[in-house]
C-alpha cells in the first residue's frame, strides 16, 4: 500500500534550492558576473563610450528574471531577450544627435533617460562588462515609451 502525502516526512528530503542554475550538468557555474542594467548603468559611466556625430548609446531592457505567473526563466532565456529586444534606455547622445533641423524640425524625438523603441537589427552592438549595448543612428528611434515592460516581443 502506498504512502498519503501526509505519511511520508519531507525533512529527509532537504531543502529544495530556489533557483537550479545548471540543470542536468555535473559542470560547475562560474559566478554570473553583475551586467550593466539601466538600475547601476551610472556606476560603469567611466566604461561607457561617447557616441560620435549623431548617434545615440542605447542599454536594452532587461527582462524580469520572475515572469508575472511566477516562473524562473533560465539564464539562456535571459540572454536571448536581451538580445532580441526592441526597447533600450537611452544613456547617452552624441554632439550632433538631433541638431538637424532640417530632418527633425520639431527638436529631437528623445532625451537621455527615455525608453525607446528602435528595430530589430538596427544598430551596432557590443558588450561591455557582461552588457549588450547598441549605437543607433538618431533617426533609427522609432517610439519614445514610459514602461519598458509594456512592450511585448
Same mark, same amino acid.
Given at each position: ?18 533557483? @537550479? ?5 555535473? #559542470? ?11 538600475? !547601476? ?8 563610450? !561617447?557616441? #560620435? ?22 539564464? $539562456? ?8 529586444? @526592441? ?39 557590443? !558588450? ?18 514610459? !514602461?519598458?515592460?509594456?512592450?511585448? $516581443?
Amino acid at each position: 500500500m502506498s504512502k498519503t502525502t501526509e505519511e511520508i516526512d519531507l525533512s529527509s528530503i532537504g531543502a529544495t534550492p530556489e533557483r @537550479v542554475l545548471n540543470f542536468g550538468s555535473d #559542470t560547475p557555474i562560474e559566478p554570473v558576473k553583475e551586467g550593466i542594467t539601466s538600475e !547601476n548603468y551610472e556606476t560603469h559611466a567611466d566604461k561607457l563610450p !561617447n557616441p #560620435t556625430g549623431y548617434r545615440l548609446l542605447i542599454l536594452p531592457f532587461t527582462p524580469p528574471e520572475k515572469t508575472k505567473g511566477g516562473i524562473m526563466l533560465a539564464k $539562456q532565456t535571459l540572454d536571448k531577450e536581451r538580445i532580441a529586444t @526592441v526597447v533600450g534606455l537611452v544613456v547617452r547622445k552624441g554632439p550632433d544627435a538631433y541638431s538637424d533641423k532640417d530632418k527633425f524640425p520639431e527638436g529631437a524625438w528623445c532625451d537621455e533617460g527615455d525608453w525607446v523603441i528602435f528595430g530589430r537589427y538596427a544598430g551596432a552592438r557590443f !558588450n561591455i562588462d557582461g552588457g549588450d549595448m547598441r549605437l543607433l543612428n538618431d533617426d533609427e528611434i522609432l517610439a519614445v515609451v514610459n !514602461n519598458p515592460e509594456d512592450i511585448l $516581443q
